[in-house]
């Protein structure tokens, strides 16, 4: 995974609440077995709109994504961050996010920020009235600027601490290696086996 | 922590291998940065169930780090999402599936995992292979790359949806990290009224709690109408948690429990039966233990449910109509209600029994179980379904179906005019040819609704298997309480 530190770029609002992962990625590109190029597919069926605001061109090259409430709710599909990442975009802000999607971001390297829902309005407001409007999200002071305009955000220390390391969240487990046989040597041998 | 626990927290401290920021050494290590805040606890899995979507991309990470899976005995494949339910013995018809099935099969014997194949009597969908074949337990750890997952909580067990990068790291190291949830406790008080089912009950809950009302959480349902469902109905229960939001949902194991799980395959026997029940009476929650939300519903006033959204919390009684748009006083239900309204072609105010529907789907993981295949059948039994819809009933499992057999119902369905298909996921999300046609209505008693959920352009509404079975006959929903 490569280390996050700042987002900087065009904001895409999609002003739409409950964005669920069979939008963002239909089942049947889910019979894939790469991990990229899902990026053409995303939001397959609302893109059949012409008005949906990916078609818009003022958007192209957005590197974050501005959304409402629960965005990536449903399914655990990883495709969905697949997906996104597939379309450029390297960070999202919303006001809260569905815990599965979330997870799946992080271990993407894709940036989540939960602001206020009246900050994530005004941001929704300026990237509307002007497309070309740059947001900075820098991970380290945890801070959303678009000009003069400034919120920091939360975000658990662990993850950050990892996403500006660009730690590979496998070998770091793999290091406690010694702690999972401590602990499967004193775990209850009633639990049961698949095998057999 | 000491003092009064809940369920969902005595399983976790149970399997906390590590708690990096609880360690002063450790935090060191990690850099002062990661000082501070929630835990993100490593934890111990006890059960990782896989099947061939979520997996291919994770199998491919191990032999890409040259890892190994770290437990193959606790890790269990199927293939239910995208196997065809007619004609097993012919060639895949689509040939993408067909390589992501045979993906999954040389990964099982490349890993040494153990894979209930298509041809196995005990395949069927994960959420329902699981608990059939006792490998289901109170105070487990279990993941699948799936977030029905929270489908085994009705165990007490503490069970979570992951992606495939999780999946992955499950594999690898037989663990998972994770944020401590919060707790909730969602209570349902007093007695269903005949014909209100389980699915019913989770339907007014989300309608209640809202689509994102258990983000963070873990759901613990309780009070009497939970104690008084069956295991089958508290999986159904427990299955549509995350469509609340929340990241698991469980019930506190009891006799029902016990009774249930006794003489399943991998359940202890003899004297492990009854250490092992010892543990289990541990596990539910401590007097005075608190919650950091709570809610409480009467059961009596719950109605059967119909959903007329594209979100599993768009939903009114039977005998309601069609709301307005209008009717709801924030901004962004009254768009998304609006929306859903003509995605699903509906007009505010049509009586939900007015709505003519074209397809009928019984079964996944959350209504795929004899219980609902047999309240279905008792509906059914002796009727026609209506001209011009399709019907279909898909049970959970290979032995979800043999059971069915030996009691008849598949007769039952056959005589109605129902297809009686083989075990999977089918419509639920229509990956396989099992999809609706643009336009098309369907009464399912799948869990979601989304937009092109069983097929681009196709609309759905989740009721119990008992409305869909009246639904059937009718053409149009009916309130099935007034045809049993
Ligand atoms: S039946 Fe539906 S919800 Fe359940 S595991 Fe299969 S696809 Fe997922």
């Known amino acids: 995974m490569d280390a996050v530190t700042n987002v900087t770029g065009r904001a895409v609002p999609m002003d739409r609440s409950n964005v669920d992962t069979d939008q963002i990625i239909p089942a049947k590109y889910l019979k894939r077995i790469e991990r990229t190029g899902y990026g053409p597919f995303a939001f397959e069926a609302w893109r059949k709109d012409p008005d949906f605001v990916l078609n818009n061109a003022s958007y192209d090259g957005a590197v974050i994504m501005l959304a409402k409430h629960n965005f990536g709710s449903g399914s655990s599909r990883e495709h969905a961050v697949w997906a996104i990442e597939g379309l450029g975009v390297r960070a999202l802000i919303a006001p809260s996010f569905a815990d599965i999607f979330r997870n799946n971001c992080f271990q993407g390297g894709i940036l989540t920020v939960e602001l206020p829902e009246e900050d994530v309005d005004e941001l929704m407001r300026r990237a509307t009235d002007d497309p070309t409007t740059e947001i900075e999200i820098d991970l380290e002071t945890q801070t959303v600027r678009a000009a003069e305009w400034e919120r920091t955000f939360e975000i658990d220390p662990f993850r950050k601490y990892r996403l500006q390391r660009g730690l590979d969240d496998i070998s770091m487990t793999i290091e406690y290696d010694a702690d999972v046989a401590a602990f499967e040597a004193q775990r209850s041998p009633l639990f049961p086996s698949t095998g057999v | 922590m000491t003092g009064p626990k809940t369920l969902a927290e005595k399983i976790w401290e149970a399997h906390v291998v590590d708690s990096p920021l609880a360690d002063a050494a450790r935090r060191e290590a990690l850099g002062d940065e990661a000082a501070g805040g929630v835990p993100t606890d490593l934890l111990y899995i006890d059960l990782h169930l896989v099947h061939e979507v979520t997996s291919p991309q994770a199998f491919e990470g191990l032999r890409l780090a040259g890892n190994s899976v770290r437990r193959p005995d606790l890790t269990l494949a199927t293939i239910d999402h995208n196997v065809p339910t007619i004609g097993r ?109 389980a699915k019913d009950v989770i339907l007014a809950i989300i309608n209640e709690i809202g689509v994102d009302g258990g983000v963070g959480h873990v759901i613990e349902y309780r009070g009497e109408v939970i104690r008084n469902l069956s295991l089958e109905g508290r999986m159904t229960v427990c299955n549509m948690s995350i469509e609340g939001g929340a990241r698991a949902g469980l019930v506190a194991p009891d006799e029902t429990t016990f009774a249930y799980m006794q003489g399943r395959r991998h359940v202890p026997q003899g004297e492990d039966w009854d250490r092992a029940l010892e543990y289990w009476r541990s596990l539910p929650t401590d007097q005075g233990a608190t919650f950091d939300k709570e809610v409480v519903l009467d059961g009596a ?22 709301p307005h748009p209008d009717s709801f006083d924030e901004p962004t239900k009254r768009e998304a209600a609006a929306r859903a309204l003509e995605y699903q072609a509906l007009e505010a105010g049509t009586p939900i029994r007015d709505i003519p529907i074209d397809r009928v789907f019984l079964g996944s993981c959350t209504n795929g179980r004899i219980e609902d295949l047999r309240s279905a059948a008792s509906v059914i039994q002796g009727k026609r379904v209506a001209d011009g819809v399709n019907a279909m009933v898909v049970p959970g499992s290979g032995l979800v179906k043999m059971q069915a057999e030996q009691e008849g119902l598949d007769q039952v369905f056959l005589d109605a005019g129902f297809e009686w298909r083989d075990a999977g996921c089918s419509m639920c999300l229509g990956m396989n040819p099992d999809i609706l046609a643009p336009g098309e209505r369907c009464a399912s008693t799948s869990n979601r609704n989304f937009e092109g959920r069983q097929g681009p352009g196709g609309r759905t509404h989740l009721v119990s298997p008992a409305m869909a079975a009246a639904a059937a006959i009718a053409g149009h929903f009916v309130d099935v309480r007034e045809v049993i």
């Open chain 2, 89 to 197: 013995d012919l060639p895949n018809p689509d040939p993408l599936s067909a390589q992501q099935i045979d993906v999954m099969r040389r990964n099982a014997e490349e890993f040494g995992i153990p894979l209930y194949d298509v041809f196995d009597m005990r395949q069927g969908i994960v959420h329902v292979i699981g608990p059939e074949q006792g490998l289901t337990q109170p105070g487990m750890t279990i993941v699948c790359g799936d977030s029905h997952t929270s489908t085994h909580g009705a165990f007490g067990a503490l069970a979570f949806g992951i992606g495939t990068s999780e999946v992955e790291h499950v594999l690898a190291t037989q663990t998972m990290r994770q944020v401590r949830p919060r707790t909730m406790s969602v209570e349902v008080t007093g007695e269903l009224g005949p014909g209100v089912m």
């Open chain 2, 301 to 322: 006033n719950i109605p059967p449910f119909v959903t007329w959204g594209t979100n599993p919390g768009q939903s009114v009684t039977v005998n309601d109509a069609i």
